[in-house]
């Protein structure tokens, strides 16, 4: 036999003696787990014999707690579900009473609430907010008291060692008197910063504001365009019915019967396509606000909110707009810190009154009281250029601030240009379509009479009616567009919130976080 196949008989011997070489095993287990006082083995009170281990049946994997597992039934049970996600998707779901209207100031609150940036930047503002109070301490006292006790070893060169317990208090009131305007520069830095947090803030406001109030338009446009195909349908089922009589006189063709139909059938497509497009405006005002909208209507007319050019618009930028007026307030505000660090670099001036208390203080001294009120001058002479450095690193703060604020008066600027432009075209475009509208209406009523005349043919009637409501269409179309561009240079200038809410001013927005004590 040679070395291979030994080996390869002693594999086999080796695995057909594992499962006893198991059980054994297992069995010794039990009897070495300690011993009951009659000599029954410990683990032999909780284990099972091999026939009951054989027999039992495996427990369900529903016993496992698996939300996914067959039921007894022969079902997969429903998963656990949050109830707060639950309510919450219900909410979303809804859908409004008939004849309800939506109210666009009050969808844009309850998005504001909701919405995480809002609430980061509402933070934010009152960090900046106690940022003032934190400056403005400079100006008050300070009062601070310190209590020690303990023991002492004292070891004078004259006389003896002496282990005692040494006890003291000092209470000390300080007053800042005259710092060369570093607190004064400190708190003005510090309001600086909440106006800038603020106007932060209202920026945030006012892109919300601007994203839902373009999705109700879309909603509204959508409306207006379904009572369009409506009216239009009714206009050619009209149609249908004159060319079927004027067929019975004699005076049509089957022909034309078919060609109004077929017309009218088009026109009941387009109310399909255009009742899908206002179930997808429905859905993303319903992504922005989260539920669904009732009723648009007709929103202000924003233009006697509107400056009268663009030149006059550019002109409030500095004042109103809040992108612009951040960057002037971060600009003040790395200013008067400059201003705070060079007052460190003179003399500060102060007043302190201090109490002490000692006991047993070096030596068996007693008891002593002593107390001073006295002005203090200190000045820094050198602390390795780290003043100067602090103030060059500001002074580089600052020319980064200026370059700031100079692209972003460029960027508005230039924004508030161009919707000028493309509101002075969708104004122009108004007078141009009423008068469309017009004249169609007028040869719709004249096709009318000359085709029950018999001077007109069909064809003739149905391209007048399609062009009346396709020019009725394009009006809608641009309202919508006149309306957005002018809710966009309101945006730019921070009063777009004021106008559809009607100059009502915000509620607190401020809500709990997430997962916090209500």
Known sequence: MTHKSRILRSAAIIALSLPFLLQGAALSAADVAGPQPDGTPVAALNA??????????????????????????????PLPTDSAATAQAARENLEPPPGATESLRDAIVEALKGNPEIQIALARQDDAKY????????????????????????????????????????????????????TINDIKRARATYRSAQWATRERIEAIAYDIATAYLALLQQQKLVDLSNQEIAANEKIVKIVTIQNDLGLTTSADISRAKARLDNVRATLLDRTSALQQARESYRRLTNHLPGLAIDLPSPAAALPVSADAAVGLIDERSPRMAQAVQDRRSLDRQRASQTGTFF????????????????????????????????????NGGADIAVRNRIAARLREADYELDRRRREVEQDIRIDFNALEAARGKIVTIESEIASAQKVVDLYAQQFREGRRTVFDLLDSQQILFNARANQVANMTAKTATEFRVLQKLGGLFDLVSGGEPLPPLVVPAPGTAK
């Open 131 to 182: 940022g003032v109070d934190e400056a403005r301490s400079g100006y008050l006292p300070h009062l601070d008291a310190t209590v020690a006790l303990g023991g002492e070893l004292n070891q004078p060169q004259i006389g003896a060692d002496s282990t005692l317990r040494r006890s003291e208090g000092v209470v000390t009131l300080s007053q800042n008197v005259w710092d060369f305007g570093t």
């Open 347 to 382: 003399p500060r001036l102060a007043f302190q009154a201090q109490g002490n208390w000692r006991d047993d203080v070096q030596g068996r001294t007693g008891t002593n009281r002593d107390a001073r009120a006295m002005l203090t001058v200190t000045y820094n002479f050198f």
């Open 48 to 77: 099972p014999t091999l026939a009951e281990a054989a027999t039992a049946e495996t427990p369900p994997i529903s016993a496992l707690n698996d939300p996914y597992a067959i039921g007894p039934d022969g079902k997969i049970p």
